[in-house]
């Protein structure tokens, strides 16, 4: 599976817009990019996913690099309930869905 | 829709003994999913399936088995836990859609402990 670089550890603080980069060089021409999160004591959530454009739904956006070899999670207004472990995951055509995490990047939200 | 369930919550278990975690779906999605997670670490896949009657490992199976007979129903069994099961569990299932683009749903995980 190819492999997703993220940085360990981001804050922010309550009501600004959040950048979470995510760098994927070694990225196929079928993998999806997927962001999920995971908040304290709870299961994975997922977030927002693309391929090739850029994406937006009711929690964030999705910015993907015209080369598809990096990527920008983006949430418009941090809240409180958004700190969480952010995770950046890719998942290709043969894959049945399955999911390769790494560590993420644990966002910290300051009031 | 309850989503994805499991049971139990939370669990000690005795080195050698044997317990089946339960994982059930309403969302009839067709692919299922177990993952661990240690602390301070991301999720690893033990097992999937794509479908009833098929299963098949995945990164860290050893010590584990599955079974899936209906599409709700995706249990996992330890059979002689050991210290190192002891993890956060879990389970999760997507509907097979744009190959590699299938969104995961999770459940709120079975911490388990083995003494």
């Known amino acids: 599976d190819a492999k997703t670089t993220q940085p360990n550890s981001m804050e922010s603080n309550e009501e600004e817009p959040v950048h979470l980069p995510c760098n994927h060089s070694t990225i196929s021409g079928t993998d999806y990019i997927h962001w999920y999160r995971q908040l304290p004591s709870q299961g994975p959530e997922y977030v927002i996913h693309?391929?090739?454009s850029n994406v937006n739904n009711r929690m964030a956006s999705l910015a993907i690099a015209e080369d598809r070899k990096s990527s920008t999670l983006i949430l418009h207004r941090a809240t409180l309930r958004d700190a969480a472990v952010y995770y950046c995951i890719l998942a290709g055509g043969t894959s049945y869905g399955k999911l390769t995490f790494g560590q993420g990047t644990i966002l910290t939200v300051h009031p | 829709n309850a989503g994805v369930t499991q049971t139990p919550k939370f669990r000690i278990l005795k080195i050698g003994q044997s317990m089946t975690l339960q994982c059930t779906q309403d969302m009839n999605h067709n692919y299922m999913y177990w993952y661990r997670q240690d602390p301070g670490m991301g999720l690893k896949l033990i097992y999937y399936?794509?479908?009833?009657?098929?299963?098949d490992k995945g990164e860290v199976p050893n010590g584990y088995n599955v079974s899936r007979s209906t599409t709700e129903d995706f249990p996992l069994r330890l059979e002689l836990a050991a210290p190192s099961q002891t993890s956060v569990y879990f389970c999760?299932?997507?509907?097979?859609?744009?190959?590699?683009?299938?969104?995961?749903?999770f459940g709120p995980g079975t911490r388990l402990l083995v003494l």
């Open positions: 693309g391929l090739t």
């Open positions: 999760a299932s997507s509907y097979a859609q744009s190959l590699g683009g299938e969104t995961q749903y």
């Open positions: 399936s794509v479908g009833a009657g098929i299963t």
